[in-house]
């Protein structure tokens, strides 16, 4: 699994965002009703990307699944 991490900016909370991440790879699960459990954000998924925006935190990941 890699999780590939792109236009991160403004990140206010890098400790935040570690610890979704860490949930993210633990639980293996990318729905998007886990990351809103976890932060009042807007996510969406779109072509293979899990985003969420929030002011003064912006970040894009893509989750690529290995076998």
């Not at 990351?35 to 990307?49: A, F, I, R, T, Y």
Request: hydrophobic share 50%; aromatic share 8%; proline share 3%.
């Amino acid at each position: 699994m890699l999780l590939l991490i792109e236009s991160m900016k403004d990140l206010t909370s890098p400790i935040l965002f570690l610890t979704i991440v860490f949930v993210l790879v633990i639980t293996k699960r990318y729905e998007h009703v886990l990351v809103e459990s976890l932060l009042p954000l807007h996510v969406s998924m779109e072509q293979g990307w899990l985003q969420w925006n929030k002011v003064g935190f912006n970040c894009r990941l893509m989750i690529i699944e290995t076998t």
